[in-house]
Every structure is written in structure tokens, then in C-alpha cells.
């Protein structure tokens, strides 16, 4: 029972994105090699944004919501918008479109924070003999940060790389790819300051994945629109 409940979580935190590389063009253009660059790329950003935590934020005794600590560890969070423009920007890739490149870069982005932050406690936490919740919750996050990071590459590559775009959707790409970026810190505030149970953390999440993944589709085709 414990391996099949270690399996399941796997399955619902890894599964999707293996589902959407094939079920999309992107394995059609082979672009697994732009995924995992742009895996290596999230990988030296978090260490960054680790060694900006370390410097810039005090260990705090208590799981209370700082607001200053929460917003030094919003604005450190704007090093992923930073991360995800050099992974678009810098980075030797195939000839493919811009519309699959940041596909590709938000996918490898997306896996390689599920691998770094939830593998380990699945692996020593959903092998336990009690059957809990937390690690289906985890599998659902993991689903939710896939779209929301899909969505902010999205933005990222409207942002600098679309020249030619409508005037009046720039401040809401703007707006949203800060919106996104902060999202940790909300999330955090919603559990912390408002004491908000993890089922209803994770709604909140899905369901802001989606709204803010329908706006930056939205915001994409106006843009596409205007070539």
C-alpha cells in the first residue's frame, strides 16, 4: 500500500509534464534539449535566489507572516523573471518558433522546481506506513506551478521578445508577470496570516493557475494579432 501511494504521488506530481511535451508539438520538434538548458538555468537561479535569502532574510523562530520578510522574499523571487530571460535570450537553441521555445523553457522550469522541492519528500514522506493527504496536495501544486510557470515564460517572452505589440497590453503583462512572480508570498500569507487549511490553499492555487494561464493566452494571441 505505501509503494502504491508513493507511486500515485509520483505519477500526479511528474506525470504531467511528461503529458504535455508529448501530447504537445513540442516533441514533435525535440525540443527536450531547450528544457533541460533551461533546467540548468533554474538550477544555478535557485542557488542564487538561496544565497540572496541567506544574506538578505533573518531564520525566524516562529511560522508567523512577516511582511517585511515576505516582501525581501517577493522582490528576491523577481531573479526568476531574470532567469527565465536568459534562458529565452542566451541559450543556443534548435530553430524552432518562439511560441514553442517558451513552452519548452516554462516546462523544464516547472520540472526542475518539482524535482528540487518535492522528490525528496516524496520519497521519504509517501512511503510511510500512515496514508496522509499532504503529498496528494503536493502532486496538485506541482500541477499548478507547471501552468503558472508556463504562463510566466509566456509573459517573460512577450515582454522583451515580442517587439511589435499593442500598447494598452503592456502594463498587463507587466502587471501579471508580477503577479506570478509574487505568488509564493501570497501563498505563504494565505497559510500563514489567515491560517487557511492546505485543501483550500491548493483551490486557490489551481484555480489562480488557470485564470492567470487564460490572461497570458489571451495577452499571447492579441500580441500575435498585431504581427
Known amino acids: 500500500m505505501t509503494m502504491f501511494h508513493f507511486v500515485n504521488c509520483v505519477i500526479l506530481t511528474f506525470g504531467p509534464h511528461a503529458v504535455y511535451y508529448s501530447a504537445t508539438p513540442l516533441s514533435e520538434y525535440d525540443t527536450i534539449g ?4 533551461a533546467l540548468v538555468v533554474y538550477l544555478v537561479t535557485t542557488l542564487v ?3 540572496c535569502l541567506a544574506t538578505f532574510l533573518k531564520v525566524s523562530e516562529t511560522d508567523t507572516f512577516d511582511p517585511y520578510q515576505e516582501l525581501m522574499r517577493t522582490l528576491i523571487g523577481f531573479i526568476d523573471i531574470a532567469g527565465i530571460y536568459f534562458a529565452l535570450t542566451q541559450l543556443t537553441h534548435r530553430n524552432i518558433s518562439q511560441t514553442h521555445k517558451f513552452q519548452a523553457v516554462g516546462l523544464g522550469w516547472a520540472f526542475a522546481d518539482s524535482v528540487l522541492y518535492r522528490l525528496a519528500p516524496l520519497w521519504i514522506g509517501a512511503r510511510g506506513l500512515e496514508f496522509t493527504w499532504e503529498y496528494i496536495f503536493q ?3 506541482a500541477n499548478a506551478n507547471l501552468v503558472l510557470n508556463l504562463s510566466l515564460a509566456a509573459l517573460v517572452s512577450l515582454m522583451w521578445l515580442r517587439k511589435n505589440k499593442p500598447k494598452t497590453v503592456i502594463p498587463i503583462i507587466y502587471a501579471c508577470a508580477v503577479i506570478l512572480a509574487s505568488m509564493p508570498s501570497t501563498v505563504s500569507y494565505l497559510r500563514k496570516a489567515l491560517g487557511w487549511q492546505p485543501l483550500k490553499v491548493v483551490g486557490f492555487e ?3 493557475s488557470l485564470v492567470m494561464a487564460f ?3 489571451q495577452l499571447y494571441y492579441a500580441c500575435q494579432r498585431q504581427v
Open 49 to 51: 535566489k538561496l544565497i
Open 34 to 37: 531547450t528544457s533541460v538548458k
Open 206 to 208: 489551481l484555480t489562480s
Open 139 to 141: 502532486g496538485l501544486e
Open 215 to 217: 490572461i497570458s493566452w
